[in-house]
C-alpha cells in the first residue's frame, strides 16, 4: 500500500520510527555501532570520511565503516577468522568487492561485475571495472552460458553439426553484447531454467530473461540488483 495513502493516519511517532526504518533497508553497505549493547545503526550521511559516529547520546563512540570494528587508524587488520576465509576465498577463486569488501563468486557470464553495493569491478584481479588490462571474459564461462542458453531456448539440433552451430552463435552473441546493462526489453519466460541467475534461487512459475544477452533473473533482481 503506497505510503502517501496511510500517513495521515499514524502518529507523527510511527511515521518517524517508519522512515528511519525505511533508510536503514535502503542502505545496502548498512554500519551498526560496534559496541554490541549499542548497535545502533548509523546512517551515511553522518559518516565522516570512514568514521561512523554512533548517533546513541549514551554512547557516540566511531565505528570503521569498512571492517564495522572500531574506528583505528590506518587500514583495517583482519581478525584470525576473516584471514581463513580470505584464505579460502581465495582457493575458491571468489573475488572481492573494491566497494564494500564483500566476497562474489561467478558461474557464468563475463568478467565485469556489479556488486549489491553498486560498485563495479573486474572479477579477474578485483580493480574497479574498466582500470584494468585483465581479459573482460573467460572463454570457458562464456561457453557454459552459450550452452545454457541454447538449452533454454528449447530448439533441438538435429545432428550435432547443427547444435555446435546453434552454440558458435550464442556464443558470439555473448562476446557482442558482454557489458549488457540490461536496460533492453525483457521477456517472461516459463520453460527452460527457472533458475534465477543473480540470486541463483529457483523460481515456480516464471523468470525474465533480458532480450540483449539472455541472463535470466528472477523480478526482484531484475528491479532490485540489475
Same mark, same amino acid.
Given at each position: 500500500?503506497?505510503?502517501?495513502?496511510?500517513?495521515?493516519?499514524?502518529?507523527?511517532?510511527?511515521?518517524?520510527?517508519?522512515?528511519?526504518? *525505511?533508510?536503514?533497508?535502503?542502505?545496502?553497505?548498512?554500519?551498526?555501532?560496534?559496541?554490541?549493547?549499542?548497535?545502533?545503526?548509523?546512517?551515511?550521511?553522518?559518516?565522516?570520511?570512514?568514521?561512523?559516529?554512533?548517533?546513541?547520546?549514551?554512547?557516540?563512540?566511531?565505528?570503521?565503516?569498512?571492517?564495522?570494528?572500531?574506528?583505528?587508524?590506518?587500514?583495517?587488520?583482519?581478525?584470525?577468522?576473516?584471514?581463513?576465509?580470505?584464505?579460502?576465498?581465495?582457493?575458491? !577463486?571468489? *573475488? *572481492?568487492?573494491? !566497494?564494500?569488501?564483500?566476497?562474489?563468486?561467478?558461474?557464468? #557470464?563475463?568478467?565485469?561485475?556489479?556488486?549489491?553495493? #553498486?560498485?563495479?569491478?573486474?572479477?579477474?584481479? #578485483?580493480?574497479?571495472?574498466?582500470?584494468?588490462?585483465?581479459?573482460?571474459?573467460?572463454?570457458?564461462?562464456?561457453?557454459?552460458?552459450?550452452?545454457?542458453?541454447?538449452?533454454?531456448?528449447?530448439?533441438?539440433?538435429?545432428?550435432?553439426?547443427?547444435?555446435?552451430?546453434?552454440?558458435?552463435?550464442?556464443?558470439?552473441?555473448?562476446?557482442?553484447?558482454?557489458?549488457?546493462?540490461?536496460?533492453?526489453?525483457?521477456?517472461?519466460?516459463?520453460? !527452460?531454467?527457472?533458475?534465477?541467475?543473480?540470486?541463483?534461487?529457483?523460481?515456480?512459475?516464471?523468470?525474465?530473461?533480458?532480450?540483449?544477452?539472455?541472463?535470466?533473473?528472477?523480478?526482484?533482481?531484475?528491479?532490485?540488483?540489475?
Amino acid at each position: 500500500m503506497p505510503w502517501d495513502l496511510v500517513s495521515d493516519f499514524l502518529s507523527q511517532q510511527i511515521r518517524d520510527a517508519f522512515q528511519a526504518k *525505511q533508510v536503514e533497508w535502503e542502505t545496502q553497505d548498512r554500519t551498526y555501532c560496534h559496541v554490541p549493547d549499542c548497535s545502533r545503526f548509523i546512517k551515511p550521511d553522518d559518516y565522516v570520511g570512514d568514521i561512523a559516529p554512533c548517533p546513541n547520546p549514551d554512547c557516540l563512540l566511531n565505528t570503521c565503516i569498512k571492517c564495522k570494528a572500531a574506528h583505528h587508524g590506518g587500514a583495517c587488520k583482519d581478525d584470525e577468522d576473516t584471514k581463513i576465509f580470505k584464505a579460502k576465498a581465495k582457493e575458491e !577463486g571468489y *573475488q *572481492q568487492c573494491c !566497494g564494500c569488501g564483500r566476497m562474489v563468486e561467478l558461474n557464468t #557470464g563475463c568478467n565485469h561485475m556489479t556488486c549489491p553495493c #553498486g560498485a563495479q569491478f573486474c572479477y579477474v584481479c #578485483g580493480a574497479k571495472w574498466k582500470t584494468c588490462e585483465c581479459p573482460q571474459w573467460n572463454e570457458e564461462r562464456l561457453i557454459e552460458r552459450a550452452q545454457a542458453h541454447v538449452d533454454n531456448a528449447g530448439i533441438q539440433a538435429r545432428n550435432a553439426l547443427e547444435r555446435a552451430a546453434q552454440l558458435n552463435r550464442a556464443a558470439q552473441d555473448l562476446r557482442d553484447n558482454h557489458e549488457c546493462e540490461h536496460n533492453q526489453r525483457w521477456t517472461r519466460m516459463t520453460t !527452460g531454467s527457472l533458475r534465477c541467475e543473480e540470486c541463483m534461487y529457483t523460481q515456480h512459475r516464471f523468470v525474465d530473461e533480458c532480450n540483449r544477452c539472455h541472463l535470466r533473473a528472477c523480478y526482484r533482481c531484475r528491479t532490485n540488483r540489475l
